[in-house]
């Protein structure tokens, strides 16, 4: 067990609508990264959080969209959903959002849009 | 932005023989080298990793090496197990993001 958490595990939705994924970093770290893998894709950098504050981007479309609260808990909304949104979706969580630090991941969640 | 590319692909080895698995990075700039494993349906776990100031580091049966120069580090595997079969991942940090590799389906066979 990471100590990243995320909620839910599963969610199945319909083309069109719209979905937020939650995640709970380790006790005491700071930044979040969320991470996109599709069926036997890579792992695909979508967007960095650290205390609040977006650091940094990857290929996030822009029907997504990301914060992360006071608590340090930070969600990822999906909007417009489309069948090739269907996938894993990881966050991570590390103590800094230096370039050397250790990311751990929670289990990720499993969309499928239909 | 940094570019990591991870060879093989697919890599199956007899139960007790070693693995190799091999990344080459782009961004000169990249000074900390994870690698992940990931089980089918589960969450990528760190299993070891490299920062740029040494050549290699060891952990039991799994070791990295690193050639600033060439742009490239290994992972090891010795004395291969049936639950070393993963997808193994590795990754380059420059700047605030991971950037990983295509992953590498590995098979021990009994």
């Known amino acids: 067990d990471s100590g990243v958490t995320q909620t839910p595990k599963h969610l199945i939705t319909a083309t069109g609508q719209r979905v937020t994924l939650r995640c709970s970093p380790r006790?005491?770290?700071?930044?979040v990264y969320w991470y996109q893998q599709s069926l036997d894709q890579g792992l695909q950098f979508l967007i960095q959080?650290?205390?609040?504050?977006?650091?940094a981007k990857g290929n996030i479309l822009e029907r997504f969209s990301a914060q992360q609260f006071p608590d340090l808990h930070s969600e990822l909304n999906l909007s417009s959903l489309e069948l090739g949104d269907s996938a894993l979706y990881f966050c991570?969580?590390?103590?800094?959002?230096?370039?050397?630090?250790?990311?751990?991941f929670g289990p990720g969640t499993r969309l499928t849009v239909t | 932005g940094e570019n990591v590319e991870q060879h093989p692909s697919t890599l199956s080895v007899q139960e007790g023989d070693s693995a190799v698995i091999k990344c080459t990075y782009s961004?000169?700039?990249?000074?900390?080298f994870p690698w992940y494993k990931q089980e089918l349906g589960k969450r990528p776990q760190l299993i070891i990793d490299?920062?740029?100031?040494?050549g290699e580091k060891k952990d039991q049966r799994i070791a990295v090496t690193l050639n600033k120069t060439a742009k490239h580090f290994s992972l090891h595997i010795t004395e291969t197990q049936p639950e070393d079969s993963a997808v193994y991942f590795c990754?380059?940090?420059?700047?605030?993001?991971?950037?990983f590799g295509g992953g590498t389906r590995v098979l021990v066979k009994p």
């Open positions: 959080y650290y205390n609040g504050e977006e650091r």
């Open positions: 990754a380059a940090n420059a700047g605030n993001k991971l950037t």
């Open positions: 006790s005491g770290d700071l930044s």
């Open positions: 991570a969580s590390s103590a800094t959002s230096g370039e050397t630090y250790e990311q751990y």
């Open positions: 490299i920062r740029s100031n040494v």
């Open positions: 961004d000169s700039a990249s000074n900390y």
